[in-house]
């Protein structure tokens, strides 16, 4: 009897533990949930505070301008179609898209062209002051725009290039080469080395190995950084203030924007501001929408990897 009872003592403690883990499991998903639910409250804060300036600016761009002062939040009481053929027609707004599109299209181009390579081989190749070289392209991003507009004014002024697209292009490919290099030679740095080093097996050379094997691997990336120089590129308005400020003819789009700004004060041709505004948006939102699946697959795909 004495052998059967200490046998049978052994498995009494053992429920403890089982309860404190369950205990402990189920605080932990309840600090989850808090802190999703937080996160869900912060993202539709932050959404609200980006959409209701947008929605207000196209409600406004249908309106007349007591409409707009009167009741700014309401529909408006009739589509008004003439704001948006003022905004194109007296105050120029097609022409300076024109100019946009071309002036942006074209330092997109040379952004990408030349920041792709550049950090392609600041990624892929190692030679002496490589880390000094790309340290150089990325101190670029620390240094603000309005700090170098004086002497950036007479350096494209003494190159001739000063109210000429061509000047306002090399500016912005300039000052859009830092974020690239920055963005893509890390995205180039997750590429496999096993595909390189069976296209160099093949006998491609350099130029070959990049154009054909290592662009179309990162074409993710190439994509959302392409977006990005599109963006900014677009709604940049100190450089062209600066360079463009001679001839009305080149302006671009932002610069217009800006003169109805200054006229709508006088003339109180609101309807037409909003109306320019909103022709200025659409662009971007449409650009983004359609390719919005291959900026964040670009995003994502470098940590995947």
């Given at each position: ?19 404190g883990r369950r205990g402990r499991g189920r605080g932990g998903r309840s600090e989850v949930r808090m802190l ?193 120089n599109i963006i900014g590129q677009w709604a940049q308005y100190q450089l062209p203030v600066v360079l463009m ?61």
């Amino acid at each position: 009897m004495t052998t059967l009872q200490t046998s049978e003592t052994p498995p009494a403690p053992a429920e403890t533990p089982k309860a404190g883990r369950r205990g402990r499991g189920r605080g932990g998903r309840s600090e989850v949930r808090m802190l999703t639910s937080l996160a869900h409250i912060a993202l539709l804060v932050w959404a609200i505070i980006v959409l209701a300036p947008i929605l207000w600016t196209f409600l406004s761009s249908f309106k007349s301008v007591e409409e707009i002062f009167s009741s700014p939040w309401t529909l408006p009481a009739q589509l008004r179609w003439d704001n948006f053929e003022r905004a194109w027609t007296t105050a120029h707004v097609g022409r300076y898209l024109l100019n946009s599109v071309l002036v942006v299209s074209l330092s997109t181009a040379g952004t990408m062209l030349l920041g792709s390579m550049a950090a392609y081989v600041l990624a892929r190749y190692k030679f002496w002051f490589n880390r000094p070289i790309y340290f150089l392209f990325v101190s670029g991003l620390a240094f603000p725009v309005f700090l170098a507009l004086v002497p950036l004014f007479f350096v494209v002024k003494n190159l001739g290039l000063l109210n000429s697209y061509t000047g306002l292009i090399l500016v912005y490919i300039a000052y859009s080469l830092p974020f690239t290099i920055f963005f893509l030679s890390a995205f180039f740095k997750t590429l496999p080395n096993t595909v390189a080093e069976a296209a160099i097996m093949d006998g491609a050379g350099h130029v070959r190995l990049f154009f054909q094997v290592m662009m179309p691997m990162a074409r993710s990336g190439l994509v959302s950084i392409t977006i990005f120089n599109i963006i900014g590129q677009w709604a940049q308005y100190q450089l062209p203030v600066v360079l463009m400020s001679g001839d009305r003819e080149k302006w671009v789009i932002t610069q217009g924007i800006a003169d109805i700004s200054v006229n709508a004060g006088f003339e109180a041709d609101w309807g037409g501001l909003f109306a320019a505004l909103t022709l200025a948006i659409l662009p971007m939102i449409l650009v983004y929408g359609i390719l919005q699946r291959q900026i964040q697959a670009g995003l994502t795909s470098g940590a995947v990897k």
